[in-house]
């Protein structure tokens, strides 16, 4: 049942490696974006070892894994756009399989590289480096990873839907690109959520974009009790379910429009 | 000149006709640029708020400095989006045939893909960020300011447009150069947002030396405010904008030049 | 026809690549990630030859023989290693903005149209490009229009066009500016049987009326047929077939090839005067019979193999490029 998918996550896979030396600079650039907010941060804290409770080594622990993990994800938001402007959507809808399994598989295998050869050297060289804090037990490191999954699923249905547009608008650059501007800024990897206005903090609560991010670094940093990770990845879940039926739901009402026009 | 202007003329309908055929989302266009722009801002805003001053730079000077990065970047991109955009112009075949029509190759790159929508999404947001912040940052605006603030201005378009037409060029030698954009250019620019005092030397040396942001509007900045962080460069960059932007254009028109002829083309 | 002889001057011209050289899988991967492999290849190797003004010529060879790579030295686009073109007194590498007002290029894999807009907004683009005056624009735009016969759809947009269309459309956009060298690199890819047969008359009748030299690449052999008068063969980068197109059609029209998938792999006895090649493919069950048409008798053979062997499917054909290439080198065309 799987193995067409898996092929297509392989191939994405193996298809990364064709160029080189964009990959390794790749790299750089995430490294270069951790160390930007570690030097910003530096300046601010100053001589202050805490601020709110918050030290500096768990703010860097946030960079890193925040924009680790974004580096990692790699979402192609443009993977349907790209097929229905030059015509291949209608091919494709005709092949047997189904092409948002094969949408999620795709970039499940780009991710499966961005993780190997792009998060845990960066990591490396992170830990090296600026250094980040060591995840505060096994448990909690392995609810970690399961959150950290949970929040690559918030993000992929998030794009899953936001693509459904281009049945509509064909050209969905701007959409994405205002989508990305909520997830810049809401969900804790250009700033790190302990430090937001309190009155923007039970907005937050309620958005999908803290879910992404934030749960698993707040997991990882033991400031979550079981309870709390129980709640806050149910919260995870909700939004997974949620975003992806509204995808759903946009995905059968653009493929018909597809079909009236005639592919 | 007459047939030149003619010819942008003609370019410019023809990419608005292009984006006016998907109206939602040329409306939208403009305001994600001006969204996406924001993000850093809204960010600085953010942590402002929590810690009041980076390095002695207050929220309106924080401001005065991005607004020159903007406003730079607003007229750059009229003139230099074919260039960022260069590496896809080389893929898809479209610059084998800028080599086929009779007229200047960077002619061609520059005025067939004018991004107007990021022109004003940059620009305006570079126009705000300066109409909020100018009159709050203690700079009396007399002529001889003024037109220091115009030379920079044209200076710090002309190091980044050099910049631009330097990774243009790697294209010719390399298949895929949006990584190597992207660090020495965007994430530059990252750090451009803030005063470079706060990074490491190494980083300041790169800033100033390598993709010489600092040039684009932290010391342009620095001759208007005079904050305390000066003291650690030498007084005289704070007039160099216009040379370094003259300076690195030149070299990088040359480096256009020589490498024309290894063009490789693509699908060989 | 008449015109200049040495109008087109190819003499010597080479071009070698850069390429990556890939290992498979996941372990190659990861080895070539670190250590890449380059080696030379050579795209062009010291071809030569010269074209009189209004000649029509077909340029022909096997995928990756270096048609493309020639047609984009000829029109400028890239630069020689070593030898000289010299075209209608130009260097097309060096002296790029004068000489392109006189060339038009057709790439049949990639439109010079603007995707977004109706046809007729990229004439006027290229109206504007070219410096087209007014009254030479119009008359061109209408007269090809007639005879492509698309003024039903000069006012869709490129991207609701069918592939035909776009060829038309793209064909005339590279005659507006009324060039006196044309090249078409595969025109008509893609394009269907009735689609195909317009091209092909367009193009012969221009080449007649306005005495316009014209190259064509192709990989269809009936493309040729119809509208070349000579012929120029590369493979593997080297030139190894130059002439009228006359005496290859005698010899090459007259070959067919039959494929037979057979139940099983049998050791099939030899004909007379008939060629047996074993085809990688279905583990040996599918073989190809070469043969002239004047010598063996199509349905004798048939009859010979259906009573002697268990068939599953035949298929008949003219064999390909590459089979007339084959026999360029065993010295049986000259």
């Known amino acids: ?263 | 000149m007459n047939d030149a202007i003619h010819m942008i003329g003609v370019y410019t309908k023809t990419i608005m006709k292009s984006w006016f055929q998907y109206k939602v989302d040329a409306v939208l266009r403009s305001l994600a640029v001006f969204l996406r722009e924001s993000t850093g801002i809204i960010v600085v805003y953010f942590t402002l708020l929590k810690f009041d001053t980076l390095n002695g730079w207050n929220i309106n000077e924080m401001l005065f400095l991005f607004s020159l990065l903007f406003v730079t970047y607003g007229i750059l991109i009229l003139f230099f989006t074919g260039l960022r955009d260069f590496s896809g112009t080389v893929r898809s075949g479209n610059f084998d045939r800028f080599i086929l029509r009779p007229r200047g190759l960077l002619f061609q790159i520059i005025f067939v893909n004018a991004d107007w929508f990021a022109a004003i999404g940059h620009g305006g947001l570079g126009i705000l960020l300066f109409v909020l912040s100018a009159g709050k940052v203690g700079v009396v605006w007399t002529p001889a300011n003024i037109i220091y603030y115009l030379f920079a201005i044209a200076g710090g378009v002309l190091i980044q447009g050099a910049i631009f037409l330097f990774l243009a060029t790697l294209n010719i030698y390399l298949l895929e150069t949006g990584s190597l954009k992207e660090v020495f250019y965007w994430n530059a620019r990252k750090f451009a947002g803030y005063p470079i005092s706060i990074f490491h030397k190494v980083i300041q040396a790169g800033m100033i030396y390598v993709v010489p942001f600092a040039f684009v509007n932290y010391f342009p900045a620095q001759f208007l405010l005079r904050k305390e962080d000066m003291a650690a460069y030498p007084e005289i960059y704070l007039y160099l904008t216009p040379v370094v932007g003259v300076g690195m254009y030149l070299l990088a028109y040359l480096f256009w030049r020589v490498s024309l002829k290894h063009y490789k083309s693509s699908g060989n | 026809m008449s015109g200049k002889e040495g109008y087109i001057e190819v003499k010597n011209v080479s071009k070698r690549f850069k390429v990556n050289k890939r290992a498979n899988g996941i372990p190659g991967m990861i080895a070539n990630m670190f250590r890449p492999k380059f080696e030379y290849k050579h795209a062009v190797n010291d071809i030569s030859f010269s074209i009189k003004q209004g000649e029509m010529i077909g340029f022909i060879g096997p995928n990756g023989a270096g048609k493309s790579t020639t047609i984009k030295m000829l029109s400028g686009i890239l630069y020689p290693d070593s030898g000289e073109i010299v075209v209608n007194g130009y260097k097309p590498y060096e002296d790029r903005k004068e000489y392109v007002g006189n060339i038009g290029v057709v790439f049949g894999q990639k439109s010079q149209l603007q995707w977004d807009l109706p046809v007729i907004d990229s004439f006027e683009l290229l109206k504007a490009i070219y410096r087209i005056p007014e009254d030479k624009y119009k008359k061109n735009l209408e007269r090809f229009t007639e005879m492509l016969d698309m003024s039903g759809f000069i006012n869709q947009p490129v991207r609701q066009l069918s592939l035909g269309q776009r060829m038309r459309a793209d064909i005339v956009a590279a005659l507006l500016h009324s060039p006196q060298i044309v090249f078409f690199d595969e025109p008509t890819i893609g394009v269907d049987v009735v689609g195909k047969e317009t091209i092909r008359n367009f193009i012969r009748e221009l080449n007649k009326e306005d005495n316009i030299t014209m190259i064509f690449t192709t990989h269809d052999m009936q493309d040729i047929e119809k509208v070349c008068d000579r012929l120029i063969i590369i493979d593997k980068g080297s030139k190894i077939y130059d002439g009228k197109l006359l005496g290859i059609r005698e010899k090459y029209g007259t070959t067919r090839q039959l494929d037979v998938e057979f139940v099983e792999n049998y050791d099939v006895a030899p004909i007379e005067k008939v060629t047996i090649q074993e085809l990688d493919e279905l583990d040996g069950r599918k073989k190809r019979f070469i043969f002239e048409n004047r010598e063996v008798q199509i349905d004798e053979l048939m009859n010979t193999l259906l009573s002697g062997y268990a068939i599953r499917d035949i298929n008949i054909s003219e064999p390909e490029i590459e089979s007339l290439i084959r026999k360029i080198y065993n010295g049986e065309v000259s």
């Open chain 1, 1 to 263: 049942m799987l193995k067409p998918y898996l092929a297509f996550a392989k191939k994405n896979f193996l298809n990364r490696s064709a160029y080189r030396f964009n990959h390794f600079i790749g790299i750089v650039n995430t490294l270069l974006r951790i160390f930007i907010f570690w030097c910003i941060y530096d300046a601010l804290y100053g001589s202050r070892t805490e601020v709110d409770g918050i030290t500096m080594a768990m703010v860097t622990t946030n960079f890193v894994l925040s924009i680790g993990m974004d580096a990692m994800f790699s979402i192609d938001d443009y993977y349907l756009s790209g097929r229905i402007s030059n015509g291949s959507i209608a091919n494709e809808l005709l092949l047997p399989i189904s092409f948002k399994g094969r949408m999620l598989f795709e970039n499940l295998g780009n991710s499966m590289f961005q993780l190997v050869f792009h998060f845990v050297p960066a990591l490396i060289v992170a830990a090296l480096t600026v250094g980040f804090l060591p995840p505060v037990s096994l448990p909690m490191f392995l609810l970690f990873l399961i959150s950290t999954i949970l929040g690559y699923g918030v993000l992929w249905t998030i794009s899953f839907a936001m693509q459904m547009f281009a049945f509509w608008l064909i050209n969905v650059w701007s959409m994405v690109t205002i989508k990305n501007v909520f997830i810049n800024v809401l969900s804790g990897s250009m700033i790190p959520l302990w430090f937001m206005p309190e009155w923007l903090k039970p907005v937050l609560d309620v958005l999908p974009f803290s879910s992404i991010y934030f749960t698993p670094v707040q997991i990882y940093l033991g400031q979550l009790t079981y309870g709390e990770i129980a709640y806050k990845c149910g919260i995870q879940g909700f939004w997974i379910v949620v975003i992806w039926l509204f995808g759903n739901l946009l995905w059968s009402r653009g493929k018909k429009k597809l079909v009236v026009q005639g592919g």
